[in-house]
């Protein structure tokens, strides 16, 4: 049964990732950023003018974040099943997944709050709301870094019988963790490649975040359907 629940849990991270773009992107209108150099005005005005657009997108995307615990959980389970118990990845990867979707939660929140009554406040505090957004949005990039560290380290020492993590997935989730380092830097610039709105601040790590929770969820699928195939024949773990 609990390899069961895994299975669908492991769905949770794309199905997450699908609805968070058509919320946000679509809906919100949140994608591409706006500036960091835009005025308050011109950020007040967007907010007045997509009110209604920006708090439905952020209403359904708070939602659609909390689809990542199960996903979150799964992986806490597949890091576990290579320890062989609770040992340092697999704790490490629960505090990180513990930080995940409150990552999403409390940046949106506060946009959620600039886009409340944005005709009714100084423009210059709608900016700082938003500035508040897109720093913490963009600019928490570490817990990531250390969950993609972590599920590196799971791969290279996996010993389970089936194989739990392809060593392939160690060297794509390397590759993240460089990609992903960047979006630090929006506490830095304020405009250029390193910006929150930045080719490697912001696109670049949100493409390859797009693809390492798709790389994840695929290799969550396949270690549990080898892991309940050989529970059905025990003799393919005994070879």
């Not at 886009?115 to 990531?144: K, S």
């Amino acid at each position: 049964m609990d390899l069961k629940l895994q299975r669908i849990a492991a769905w949770g991270g794309v199905v997450m990732l699908a609805l968070f773009f058509v919320f946000f992107m679509l809906i919100a209108k949140l994608i591409p950023p706006l500036s960091p150099t835009a005025s308050a005005q011109s950020i007040a005005d967007f907010l007045v003018a997509n009110k209604l657009r920006v708090r439905v997108g952020l209403a359904f995307s708070l939602l659609a974040a909390c689809l990542a615990l199960p996903w979150l959980a799964t992986i806490c389970l597949r890091v576990r099943r290579v320890e062989g118990k609770w040992g340092v990845l697999s704790v490490t990867q629960i505090f990180g997944g513990v930080i995940f979707v409150p990552g999403f939660l409390f940046p949106m929140m506060v946009m959620a709050t600039a886009a409340f009554r944005p005709e009714e406040r100084d423009p210059q505090i709608t900016q700082a709301l938003n500035d508040v957004f897109w720093l913490m949005f963009v600019g928490i990039v570490g817990t990531l870094v250390v969950q993609a560290v972590v599920l590196t380290t799971a791969s290279f020492v996996d010993r389970t019988t089936p194989g739990t993590f392809p060593r392939w997935f160690g060297y794509l989730n390397a590759w993240y963790a460089l990609l992903a380092l960047p979006g630090g830097a929006v506490m830095v610039f304020n405009s250029g490649p390193l910006a929150w709105n930045g080719v490697f601040a912001f696109w670049i790590p949100l493409v390859a975040f797009s693809v390492w929770m798709i790389a994840v969820t695929l290799v969550l699928l396949r270690s549990i359907s080898a892991e309940q195939a050989a529970e059905r024949s025990p003799t393919l773990v005994a070879s």
